[in-house]
Each structure stands twice: as structure tokens, then as C-alpha cells.
């Protein structure tokens, strides 16, 4: 799910690939609009057309899809007919580039990608075409991305579990590995002014606090994390285990874009406010 930026709209992927455009105030089941990723719907396989990400660009004019099989489409976000099925870039399926996560940077025309495996950044210019990256590194990877804008870094999260790779656009390299955590991180997300890092874990965090539940929200300095060494501002347990002692992780965090509000939400499908400001 997406939300537009400045419009009471909002953005949902489903598993054949299709996009759908919903307002915040409507009441029926019926979607307002629809974008394709796939040409055959009627034989889309859910395990690689599934909408994994959706994303609008700063002003709303595009948005972008991302799908479980690592292909990636861009469409514009508008009301004619050609829009629906002709992306404005694409890159399609490739063994060799399998995409977990995407972001923005430079007013989005510039977007960058992450792997696992093989562990991988890429970055593409959107107005050049998506012939071949315009830069690539290799051996540092992960499954979730964030780019912060104010600093030029790229952000690549899960390289292995709990670490946080920093890569410096202006010097087109990674500059330094952290840890954040014992355990894999599972959502991410900046605060409105990107100072603050929030991170969402599967397990159980550091053994250096006094907290010990899982579902557990971390606060860190953006840029402790960016140029030194973590600095922790805040750590909330957003989620107590359930009856029988069942893990309950952090599966998303979202700051609210006017507000500020932090919300989170768990692996049982638990959906929590847990700051008013961040």
C-alpha cells in the first residue's frame, strides 16, 4: 500500500500484477483506476507478478512498482488510457539482477536497487533509459533499502542479519558496516527531516538493554549511523509475545508524511500508533 503525497488517494498491488487506485473517503469494493506490470493477467503466477513495493515519486506526478520477481515498472500517474500498460521505464526479470527493494534520489531520476543474491547495489538514471546501470557494486547487498537524501547515502539493510551497509553516492562506494542488531531487520523508515532511523526487527534485539521481547522499534541518529558509530535515541517494544510464547515481529514502519506519527505493524496483522511525533 502506497499513499499519494498531497491527495486523498492511495496505491494497492495485488498477486496478478495490477495496480489499483483507491480513495480515502470511498465505501465500495471497486477501485477508481488500474495500472498493469503484466501483459497476461489471466496467467500472471502469483510468485513473481505479486506487487511486492509500491512507491510515489515527491510530488505524486509518477509512481513505481516493484514485483517478487524483481522486475520494476514506472508508471505515470494519470488519467489517460496509455498510461495504464506503457510504463515510462522498465526493467524486466533477470537472473542476474534479482531486485529486493528500491528508492528515490535526486527528484527520482535517479533510482537505486539492492540483492541479496548476488549481494548487489545498482543505481539507474531514469532519464538515460534502463539499458545498463550507471553504476554497480559489488559484495555489498541486502533485502530492504532507504536513501537519504540530505547526505547522498544509500542505505542497504540485511547483508547479514542486523547489519547496515552506508554507501556514499559522491564517492561511489560503501564507506562503513554496522550491526544494529543480533537479529534480521524487517522494516525500516526515516522520520520526516531524515535525523532519525527507524528500525523494525524479526527477533529478539541487543542483549545490552533491558528489553528482551520481540516486536521491538529502534531509534537511531541518522547520522551516527551514516558517519560513526549507531547512536540508540529510543527503543519501544511495540509488540509482547502472545499466548504460547509466539513471536511477534515488526513487518512495517511508516512516519505519516504531515504529522509525523510513527505506526507499526506486526507479523499477526496488528496495527499499532506508537509515537505522535518523531
Not at 487506485?21 to 513473481?48: C, G, I, M, R, Y
Not at 527477533?203 to 516486536?215: C, E, F, S
Request: net charge positive.
Amino acid at each position: 500500500m502506497e499513499a499519494h503525497p498531497h491527495l486523498p488517494l492511495y496505491l494497492t498491488g495485488n498477486a496478478k500484477g495490477i495496480v489499483n487506485l483507491w480513495s480515502q473517503e470511498q465505501f465500495d469494493d471497486h477501485s477508481l483506476d488500474q495500472w498493469f506490470t503484466v501483459q497476461d493477467v489471466k496467467n500472471a503466477n502469483p510468485k513473481k507478478t505479486t506487487v511486492k513495493k509500491l512507491a510515489f515519486s515527491s510530488f505524486g506526478e509518477n509512481f513505481s512498482a516493484l514485483s517478487l520477481d524483481g522486475s520494476f515498472n514506472m508508471f505515470r500517474f494519470d488519467l489517460l488510457e496509455s498510461s495504464k500498460t506503457n510504463p515510462l521505464f522498465a526493467i524486466p526479470r533477470a537472473k542476474e539482477q534479482k531486485f529486493f527493494d528500491f528508492g528515490y534520489m535526486n527528484d527520482e531520476s535517479l533510482v537505486a536497487f539492492c540483492s541479496v543474491k548476488p549481494k548487489r547495489l545498482w543505481l539507474f538514471d531514469t532519464l538515460v533509459g534502463p539499458g545498463s546501470a550507471v553504476l554497480s557494486e559489488q559484495g555489498y547487498g541486502g533485502n530492504l533499502l532507504l536513501c537519504n537524501q540530505p547526505n547522498k547515502m544509500l542505505l542497504t539493510f540485511n547483508d547479514k542479519a542486523g547489519l547496515v551497509n552506508v554507501f556514499d553516492l559522491r564517492k561511489g562506494k560503501t564507506m562503513v558496516t554496522h550491526s544494529l542488531g543480533s537479529d534480521e531487520i524487517t522494516a525500516v523508515c526515516f522520520n520526516r527531516s531524515q535525523t532519525s532511523l527507524i528500525v523494525g526487527f524479526k527477533g529478539k534485539i541487543l542483549k545490552v538493554t533491558n528489553y528482551g521481547a520481540d516486536g521491538t522499534v529502534k531509534v537511531f541518529s541518522t547520522a551516527s549511523v551514516v558517519y560513526g558509530n549507531p547512536v540508540l535515541v529510543d527503543q519501544v517494544t511495540a509488540f509482547q509475545p502472545q499466548q504460547g510464547n509466539k513471536k511477534v515481529g515488526v513487518s512495517y514502519v511508516k512516519v505519516h508524511p504531515q504529522s509525523g506519527a510513527l505506526f507499526v505493524s506486526s507479523t499477526h496483522g496488528h496495527v499499532k500508533l506508537l509515537r505522535i511525533n518523531v
